[in-house]
């Protein structure tokens, strides 16, 4: 495996760690999921670079080994799509954007919002979840008070290396042991012994927004490159074919299936989806 080197950067006023492989060709952004961090690329990323690609991994803003928010501030959506604007600026003012999940959505949006600096996007398993009705929202608000009131009296009791991983193959069982343990050794730190989740608890809360779609339609019709959606055929995630039908639509996006993958084909497919990724790349002109 090629180990990619460590970059800090300030964007959005908040310090941003960024892996990198290689330095020539157009830039790659790679956007990480939910909970976990940059390293989550590193079976994909060489590949990519060994095509001839500028590879960017992002730590977002609390996770992985980027700068968590102070005191009285939260994890918004909006301050997602912020610090992806300022690290684009920071690579060169414009990127191809590969995010999973989570970083897919944050992909989507940021491209509906500064639509000439994104050059295509790949976004894996990240097209939102069900739509919500805005009369939900004072529930969502009530939900989110009483999580940050737990969070605010919770203290972690620290885990074994041994201990992080079994939880991983627990909750992700697609994972091979070799994945499963390089994922908790990089999304854990030590200290005094034990090691630690590296990603803010604040995460753990719900969010006080509900998912709108119409919202989400706003951001994807504006969406001025190609775009690529990759879902695995055995994921935990996937909406019903109708909705994800319609939500590609509203994009122009293409759709691909990586056979026998589940919600992390990064992990568990990585050469198939670099294949898959790096045609899509070909295709689109950026080579």
């Known amino acids: 495996m090629l180990l990619p080197e460590k970059r800090l950067?300030?964007?959005?006023?908040?310090?941003?760690?960024?892996?990198?492989?290689?330095?020539?060709?157009?830039?790659?952004?790679?956007?990480?999921?939910?909970?976990?961090?940059?390293?989550?690329?590193?079976?994909?990323?060489?590949?990519?670079?060994?095509?001839?690609?500028?590879?960017?991994?992002?730590?977002?803003?609390?996770?992985?080994?980027s700068e968590w928010i102070g005191a009285g501030g939260y994890y918004h959506f909006a301050d997602y799509t912020a610090d992806l604007a300022f690290v684009v600026r920071e690579l060169g003012g414009r990127a191809a954007l590969v995010g999973h999940s989570m970083g897919g959505n944050a992909a989507l949006v940021y491209a509906g919002t500064e639509t000439e600096r994104v050059t295509a996007v790949v976004t894996i398993e990240g097209i939102g979840p069900p739509g919500r009705d805005p009369g939900?929202?004072?529930?969502?608000?009530?939900?989110?008070?009483?999580?940050?009131?737990?969070?605010?009296?919770?203290q972690g009791r620290g885990v074994t290396l041994e201990e992080a991983t079994r939880r991983l193959r627990q909750s992700f069982p697609a994972f091979s042991q070799e994945v499963a343990r390089h994922m908790a050794e990089f999304g854990t730190r030590e200290n005094g012994g034990k090691r630690f989740w590296k990603f803010d608890p604040l995460h753990q809360t719900r969010s006080p927004q509900p998912y709108y779609v119409a919202?989400?339609?706003?951001?994807?019709?504006?969406?001025?490159?190609?775009?690529?959606?990759?879902?695995?055929?055995?994921?935990?995630?996937?909406?019903?074919?109708?909705?994800?039908?319609?939500?590609?639509?509203?994009?122009?996006?293409?759709?691909?299936?990586?056979?026998?993958?589940?919600?992390?084909?990064?992990?568990?497919?990585?050469?198939?989806?670099?294949?898959?990724?790096?045609?899509?790349?070909?295709?689109?002109?950026?080579?």
């Open 9 to 65: 950067l300030t964007a959005n006023r908040l310090t941003h760690n960024l892996l990198t492989w290689g330095n020539r060709g157009p830039v790659v952004l790679l956007l990480h999921g939910f909970l976990e961090h940059a390293h989550a690329w590193d079976w994909v990323a060489p590949r990519l670079a060994a095509a001839g690609y500028s590879v960017f991994a992002l730590d977002w803003r609390g996770h992985g080994d």
């Open 136 to 154: 939900t929202a004072p529930d969502s608000f009530s939900e989110w008070l009483r999580d940050l009131q737990r969070i605010d009296h919770r």
């Open 215 to 287: 919202q989400a339609q706003a951001f994807w019709r504006r969406i001025a490159c190609p775009v690529l959606y990759v879902e695995g055929t055995a994921s935990f995630a996937s909406l019903p074919l109708s909705d994800v039908a319609e939500r590609l639509a509203v994009m122009g996006a293409g759709r691909a299936v990586i056979k026998g993958a589940g919600h992390h084909p990064h992990l568990e497919r990585p050469e198939e989806l670099s294949q898959t990724i790096l045609r899509f790349l070909t295709n689109s002109g950026l080579s």
